[in-house]
């Protein structure tokens, strides 16, 4: 019997694996909609990096590596699997929309006080992770997710200023546009060696398509000899590639009336090694291939470490969480420039996070919102990328609610609103082209919808009849 239960969750794993697997390739063949991100700053690296978490670490500013429960899929930290109850599954479907704008000064001199404001916004609805969780044995638990690391999501377009060009040739117009999104599929066992302390190992698998489109058009043609055509090129990066996370979880202050909990995790980064295909060709009727090259990007993860503490009781959770990420070490070789000449850096990351959640009474049959939890929580750290050698800082602000389906159940709808920007409207002066650049603010809204469903309601327990 308990092995048919335990053939049954597997079954359902493999099966969500399949489903998840559909989905990736629908992702690919229909990128457009698959876009999250909406910003000049994806034109490099891996693009925006999402939040990790589900909808219930994302209300709580993104904690969650000290975050025990039996009642949620642990995302953030492979020993967290390791709390769910016997005799129960958890899954979780979670989606967001996301509202951006983006804001940046435009200067015609290097006289700071001389500008024009541009401005352009685009919204989005995306799933943004699947995971199951369920025990294998007594203090041994398997989880299973996919989550989109990254996403890559760009249009703009510049015109030639140089008299020279414009004297022989007559307008010319550059195109840049980008899409593509760096997913993770990580499977792992979270282990509770003895009584309030368990440890967790994960493989993380990470694949997907980025591309990078760029055209030059020539407008009025003042030559008139119908000799110059527009040209056109290609970037497509094809990433497929292995990463480990550990992670461990200690119940310092465990008790019928509180629970104190030390989390952490270590991600192990390293190459992506990309496959890139580079195709350049004229806009001609035939579309003619002039260049091809296949190559291997350099791009590399960063080493991560993150740790933090969570506090719990009836009523209240409060979590504290940083993370470091070794962007700037993993990639201090790696240089980038942008189409205006300024250089694009990696540094590493510090972030801080900050969650609290209240629930009146979970256990008032009367009052349904006494059993409602309201969350709240923030977060300030830096960005992966310098541009010019200026620094870019992030923040957040969130607050969120979990509506339980039934008295003394764990089925629960989260959901949360996120509002945060990245950037400012500062400037960078460059030198050697004789100009200055305006850096972009970004400002968002993101709403989470997450479906936590199944967990201690025991769905298949087999009901006996005395």
């Not at 001389?114 to 995971?131: C, G």
């Not at 989550?147 to 004297?167: A, C, L, N, R």
């Amino acid at each position: 019997m308990q092995r048919n239960r335990v053939y049954n969750r597997v079954f359902l794993a493999v099966a969500a694996v399949i489903v998840l697997s559909l989905a990736g390739m629908g992702r690919v063949s229909a990128q457009e909609a698959a876009v999250n991100a909406f910003s000049p700053y994806t034109m490099y690296g891996v693009g925006e990096l999402g939040t990790n978490g589900n909808a219930i670490n994302k209300s709580m500013g993104g904690t969650g590596v000290a975050l025990r429960s039996t009642q949620m899929a642990s995302l953030l930290n492979p020993a967290g699997y390791s709390a769910t109850l016997r005799k129960s599954f958890i899954l979780e479907v979670g989606l967001e929309g996301n509202f951006l704008k983006n804001e940046q000064r435009k200067y015609p001199t290097l006289d700071a006080s001389n500008y024009t404001t541009a401005e352009n916004a685009k919204n989005s609805v995306n799933i943004r992770e699947i995971a199951v969780q369920f025990p294998v044995a007594k203090g041994l638990g398997f989880g299973l997710s996919l989550v989109p690391y990254s996403s890559v999501g760009y249009k703009m377009h510049t015109f030639e200023q140089s008299e020279d060009i414009w004297g022989t040739l007559g307008g010319v117009m550059y195109n840049y546009q980008g899409d593509g999104d760096l997913t993770e599929v990580k499977a792992g066992f979270g282990w509770e060696i003895f009584r309030g302390f368990s440890v967790g190992i994960a493989a993380k698998y990470y694949w997907g398509y980025i591309n990078h489109n760029y055209t030059t058009s020539i407008y009025g043609d003042y030559v008139g000899s119908g000799d110059f055509v527009s040209a056109n090129g290609n970037d497509e990066y094809a990433i497929s590639n292995f990463k480990f996370q550990a992670g461990l979880q200690w119940n310092i202050v465990a008790n019928n009336k509180r629970m104190i909990t030390l989390g952490a995790t270590y991600d192990y980064g390293g190459p992506l090694r990309p496959k890139v295909t580079q195709t350049a060709y004229i806009g001609d009727l035939t579309q003619t291939v002039v260049a091809q090259e296949d190559s291997r990007g350099q791009m590399r993860l960063p080493h991560a470490v993150n740790a933090g503490i969570t506090y719990q009781d009836a009523k209240i959770v409060t979590s504290f969480d940083y993370e470091y990420q070794n962007w700037g070490g993993a990639n201090a070789f790696y240089k980038q420039d942008a189409y205006s000449g300024m250089s694009i850096g990696y540094v590493d990351t510090h972030t801080y996070k900050f969650g609290f959640e209240y629930t009146p009474n979970r256990f008032d049959a009367r009052n349904y919102f006494n059993r409602v939890a309201y969350r709240i929580g923030a977060r300030y750290g830096d960005y992966y990328q310098s541009f010019g050698g200026a620094k870019l800082n992030q923040y957040a602000v969130t607050a969120g609610f979990a509506f339980p389906l039934r008295f003394m159940g764990a089925t629960t709808i989260n959901a949360g609103i996120e509002f945060g920007g990245r950037g400012n409207l500062s400037s960078v002066v460059l030198p050697e082209q004789n100009t200055r650049i305006g850096l972009i603010r970004q400002r968002y809204i993101k709403v989470h919808l997450g479906f936590s469903l199944f967990g201690e309601d025991y769905w298949f327990v087999r009901p006996k009849i005395d």
